[in-house]
């Protein structure tokens, strides 16, 4: 378990964070001043209506935007019905 801003969070194992699969779905402009989604070296920049599609366990990070824009991002996580572990989906 770790800590962050004050809530309590399960760190799942590897094998389980291998399973999954997010799909991001842009609903405005996303530049170089909208803090895109970085995975590795590459900036994800997008349009309304694209979609990324990763595994959480890439390498990834995104900024504070410093633009005027926004940045919103409908964020879909697909992992199996049971996660195993003895763990739980809330």
């Known amino acids: 378990m770790v800590r962050e801003r ?3 969070y399960v760190v799942a194992p590897d094998a389980l964070l291998e399973q999954l699969v ?5 609903l405005d ?3 170089p001043d909208d803090g895109p989604l970085k ?10 209506g694209d979609a ?3 595994r959480p366990l890439a390498v990834h990070s995104s900024s ?3 633009g005027a824009g926004r940045r919103r991002v409908l ?6 019905a ?5 763990l739980e989906w809330r």
Do not use: S, W
Request: net charge neutral.
């Open 22 to 26: 997010v799909v991001r779905l842009h």
């Open 6 to 8: 004050g809530q309590l």
């Open 64 to 66: 504070k935007a410093t």
């Open 75 to 80: 964020h879909f996580l697909f992992a199996p």
């Open 29 to 31: 402009p996303c530049g």
């Open 39 to 48: 995975i590795g070296d590459h900036v994800c920049l997008a349009m309304p």
């Open 82 to 86: 049971d996660p195993g572990y003895g």
């Open 52 to 54: 990324i599609v990763m």
